[in-house]
């Protein structure tokens, strides 16, 4: 028999206890694209295996399974914040991604550029133009859902952009630099975003800013990353991770690296259907 609903107790990843929201996982499985027949039908079925001390993750594998029954799209966008963590483990695929997202904004980008302060040299994550401005963009991967960028991170980030920030805007030569960024793949504590306030530093997290956050910006562009597809296996994302593609739209640009990979035409235009079903409006 399913536990009641407002006792259940369940483990986040921190393995923090929180009562279970029924609630939010309607509204992620509903973000999915997913119908309401659909999401009542899988809310239904787990509804009757929920115990105490269930952890998030298994709720989640659970849902996630239904949900590729249903049709592997809505699937693949359920999956997003679980493919982000599969970016790393360097952390430099990350970096692609965030600069592929700006490059959908409008933004001529630039990564790993090795820049000039006003004290010491500095690697850059990203540098991106836009609008006659330049910024610079920090990116913190962390490959533990538990793990947050406290105040420590807009910290360091910021005494390295008012070093760069002093000679480059004093060389005369480069666009102004307006902004410093600093963009995770997980969340920021309670401290590093009034921290990121006070000192003018642009934060972007899995869930801020609030309505234009990473997530948000994934989908309302159609930015998924190549590791929400269950139709790529391990060994072919990592090929193309390797060759600096990030976004399945790239893929979808590139159809030819699926024959490098050696995908029959059959599996081609199946991986290729999906790719137009979950990023192209």
Same mark, same amino acid.
């Given at each position: 028999?399913?536990?009641?609903?407002?006792?259940?107790?369940?483990?986040?990843?921190?393995?923090?206890?929180?009562?279970?929201?029924?609630?939010?996982?309607?509204?992620?499985?509903?973000?999915?694209?997913?119908?309401?027949?659909?999401?009542?039908?899988?809310?239904?079925?787990?509804?009757?295996?929920?115990?105490?001390?269930?952890?998030?993750?298994?709720?989640?594998?659970? #849902?996630?399974?239904?949900?590729? @029954?249903?049709? =592997?799209?809505? &699937?693949? *966008?359920?999956?997003? /914040?679980?493919? %982000? !963590?599969?970016?790393?483990?360097?952390?430099?695929?990350?970096?692609?991604?965030?600069?592929?997202?700006?490059?959908?904004?409008?933004?001529?980008?630039?990564?790993?550029?090795?820049?000039?302060?006003?004290?010491?040299?500095?690697?850059?994550?990203?540098?991106?133009?836009?609008?006659?401005? #330049?910024?610079?963009?920090?990116? @913190?991967?962390? =490959?533990?859902? &538990?793990? *947050?960028?406290?105040? /420590?991170?807009? %910290? !360091?980030?910021?005494?390295?952009?008012?070093?760069?920030?002093?000679?480059?805007?004093?060389?005369?030569?480069?666009?102004?630099?307006?902004?410093?960024?600093?963009?995770?793949?997980?969340?920021?504590?309670?401290?590093?975003?009034?921290?990121?306030?006070?000192?003018?530093?642009?934060?972007?997290?899995?869930?801020?800013?609030?309505?234009?956050?990473?997530?948000?910006?994934?989908?309302?562009?159609?930015?998924?990353? %190549?590791?929400?597809?269950?139709?790529?296996?391990?060994?072919?994302?990592?090929?193309?991770?390797?060759?600096?593609?990030?976004?399945?739209?790239?893929?979808?640009?590139?159809?030819?690296?699926?024959?490098?990979?050696?995908?029959?035409?059959?599996?081609?235009?199946?991986?290729?259907?999906?790719?137009?079903?979950?990023?192209?409006?």
């Amino acid at each position: 028999m399913a536990a009641s609903e407002k006792q259940l107790q369940i483990v986040k990843s921190s393995g923090e206890k929180a009562v279970f929201s029924f609630d939010k996982l309607r509204a992620s499985l509903k973000k999915s694209g997913a119908g309401d027949e659909v999401v009542d039908g899988i809310l239904d079925k787990i509804r009757e295996e929920l115990y105490q001390g269930i952890s998030t993750r298994e709720v989640y594998n659970r #849902a996630y399974a239904l949900l590729k @029954k249903e049709q =592997g799209v809505y &699937a693949s *966008k359920y999956k997003l /914040k679980k493919a %982000l !963590y599969e970016l790393g483990p360097t952390g430099f695929p990350f970096e692609r991604f965030i600069a592929a997202v700006l490059s959908y904004s409008g933004y001529k980008t630039k990564v790993g550029a090795v820049v000039r302060g006003h004290c010491v040299h500095h690697e850059v994550d990203v540098l991106a133009e836009k609008n006659g401005q #330049a910024i610079m963009v920090e990116c @913190k991967f962390h =490959g533990d859902a &538990a793990r *947050k960028c406290d105040v /420590k991170v807009p %910290l !360091y980030i910021h005494s390295r952009y008012q070093d760069i920030k002093i000679q480059w805007n004093g060389d005369g030569t480069k666009l102004p630099l307006a902004a410093g960024w600093v963009a995770t793949n997980t969340q920021f504590t309670s401290d590093a975003i009034d921290y990121g306030r006070c000192v003018g530093l642009y934060l972007l997290s899995w869930d801020y800013p609030a309505n234009d956050a990473l997530k948000d910006r994934i989908d309302r562009l159609g930015l998924y990353p %190549l590791t929400v597809s269950d139709l790529l296996s391990a060994r072919e994302k990592e090929y193309l991770l390797g060759r600096d593609v990030v976004l399945l739209r790239q893929l979808y640009k590139e159809p030819h690296l699926l024959d490098h990979m050696g995908a029959s035409e059959g599996r081609k235009r199946k991986i290729l259907k999906e790719i137009k079903a979950l990023c192209i409006p």
